[in-house]
Structures are given as C-alpha cells and as structure tokens.
C-alpha cells in the first residue's frame, strides 16, 4: 500500500507534492496525452528500466558510474529505490564504496525540502545496504557537520 | 608521449587528450579524475575495500570517503558569514557618503535663493489665494475668504 503510494519517479517540479499522492493510470498508447514533440513519450516505467539495464553493466567501468550517476542527477527528479540498488550495486562491483555514500549523500540533496523522500528510499534500499555493508552518511556522522 | 607512457601506472586506459598531464592547470585536471597519491595505510585500506564492506570499521569508511571526496554534501552547503560582512559594508558607505552630502552642504552650496525666506513665502501665499489659483478643487477651494482662514 505505501509502495503504490510512491509509485513511479518522483516530479520536483512545482506539482511535485501533488505528484506524490496521485494515482497513475497505465499507458497503453500515448495518443490520449498531449505531446509537444512529435516523439513518443516514455513512460515512468521505461524510464526506471533504462536507468536499472544501465547501472546493471557487469562491465560497467567507474568512468561510466560517474557519467550515469552525474546525469540522473541532473534531472528534475529522485530517483527509483531499484535504480539506486543497481546503481550501488554497481559500486560494489567497482569496489567503490565513497561513490556508494556520495550517492545516498546526493539523493537527500535532491529531495531538498521533501523531507519524506529519503527516508523512504533508505527504507528501500535497507536490505541492499545492510547485505552490501553501506552505511549511511547518517550512520557515519557526516550529514553533520 | 613520452609523459603518456610513464603515467601508464593511472590505469590501462588512454590518456584522453582534453588532460594535460603536464599542467595543473586547464578545465579538466587530471587531479580530479584519478586518485590522489596514497599513503601506504591509505593504499591498505583501498586493498581492504575490496573485500567485503561489512568488515569495514565505520572509521575506515569515512577515511576511504575522504580519499575520493574533499568535502561532504553538510561541509559542500554550509553557509558563510560572508552576508553579515556585505550588510556592514553597505551601512558603512552609506554614513560615509551621508557625512560627504553634509560637508558638501555647508562647504560647497551658497545659500538658497531669497524667494525660500519666511516673509518671501507668506507674500507668495497671499499671491496665490489672492490670484484664486485652485479655486475649484486645488489649492484656494481650501480657503475661506469669508473669515479669512482655512477651511476646517
């Protein structure tokens, strides 16, 4: 139930607090929403998807964590919890652990004054961070100064 | 090239060109995109990280967190003072170009003009409400000619 209620990419545009309670319907076609491109519009889903298929390179070298990592942030957005697991996952495999906390670091920041956001990821993400060893940055002390 | 082949030891990859390695100057130094030098402990622990990361000691976590990031996100954000010294400053200029406007007053302007003199002002009022300037609804409409005073 609480996961249905988080369903989907948070928006921190201006709508984003009624973004956060809003049901979404599925999209079979996207001709019923009203496009500003001719391209088709992705869904939250395939979104979410690309992000987990990019950081689930086995390969996947630090350069390219760096890139993905530096990009998702750029957007107006917090990330999925699945999107982060890959993406520590990732970190694990690269044996970078500072790029793990600087990611949990980096997704706080993004939730800026929702300050509902990052507990929840954290819930998420518990399982993962405790099999991985990832402590977060409040476990370590250094979300203060 | 021959400083290419040398710093082979940052990794297999190729230096890309927009890194001098020569310089520690330019947009994109190789500083901030490879490790710094380690210490011997520092170069342990880095063997360490490797392993598993539930062994790790919280006190090894944030060392190996300082190694690849100078400062947190709390350290990144935090506020200056820097505000209160620029409000000072402002205050500041601003009485000292008020002392500058007094001293121009009593040692750069002559006097006013005579017609700002009391007795000047009152004949020129006398003018006005004699001349009916206003009469409707601006100036001498505020006049009672009858009791010669002003409207209450």
């Known amino acids: 139930?609480?996961?249905?209620?988080?369903?989907?990419?948070?928006?921190?545009?201006?709508?984003g607090a009624r973004s956060l309670t809003r049901s979404r319907p599925c999209y079979s076609a996207p001709l019923a929403s009203r496009c500003y491109s001719?391209?088709?519009?992705?869904?939250?889903?395939?979104?979410?998807?690309?992000?987990?298929?990019?950081?689930?390179?086995?390969?996947?070298?630090?350069?390219?964590?760096?890139?993905?990592?530096?990009?998702?942030i750029g957007y107006d957005l917090v990330p999925e919890p699945k999107i982060l697991d890959s993406a520590l996952r990732a970190c694990r495999r690269l044996n970078d652990l500072a790029s793990a906390i600087r990611i949990l670091e980096a997704v706080k920041d993004k939730a800026g004054p929702h300050k509902d956001i990052y507990?929840?990821?954290?819930?998420?993400?518990k399982p993962t961070l405790t099999e991985l060893g990832i402590s977060t940055p409040e476990e370590l002390g250094i979300d203060k100064l | 090239m021959l400083a290419t082949r040398a710093l082979s030891l940052i990794g297999k990859r190729?230096?890309?060109t927009s890194v001098c390695v020569r310089g520690g100057h330019g947009v994109a130094k190789v500083e901030d995109y490879a490790l710094p030098n380690l210490s011997a402990e520092q170069k342990s622990l880095k063997e360490k990280e490797k392993g598993s990361w539930v062994a790790l000691s919280n006190e090894e976590k944030i060392a190996l967190y300082r190694i690849s990031f100078k400062q947190s996100f709390a350290e990144m954000n935090q506020g200056s003072g820097e505000w209160k010294s620029v409000v000072g400053g402002i205050f500041f200029f601003i009485g000292f170009t008020g002392l500058v406007v007094l001293w121009q007053r009593k040692y750069v302007y002559g006097p006013v003009p005579h017609t700002f003199e009391e007795e000047y002002k009152e004949k020129e009022l006398q003018r006005m409400l004699d001349m009916r300037m206003g009469p409707v609804q601006g100036f001498s409409a505020h006049w009672d000619y009858e009791n010669k005073q002003w409207k209450k």
């Not at chain 1, 139930?1 to 709508?15: I, K, P, Y």
């Not at chain 1, 689930?56 to 760096?66: G, I, M, Q, T, V």
């Not at chain 1, 507990?119 to 993400?125: A, D, N, T, W």
Request: negative net charge; proline residues 3%.
């Open chain 1, 1 to 15: 139930m609480c996961g249905n209620m988080f369903r989907a990419v948070f928006r921190l545009s201006a709508s």
């Open chain 1, 38 to 72: 001719h391209g088709k519009v992705e869904t939250d889903e395939e979104f979410d998807s690309r992000w987990v298929t990019y950081f689930s390179k086995p390969d996947l070298d630090a350069w390219e964590l760096r890139k993905g990592m530096n990009t998702l």
């Open chain 1, 119 to 125: 507990p929840y990821l954290i819930q998420e993400l």
């Open chain 2, 14 to 16: 190729a230096i890309s």
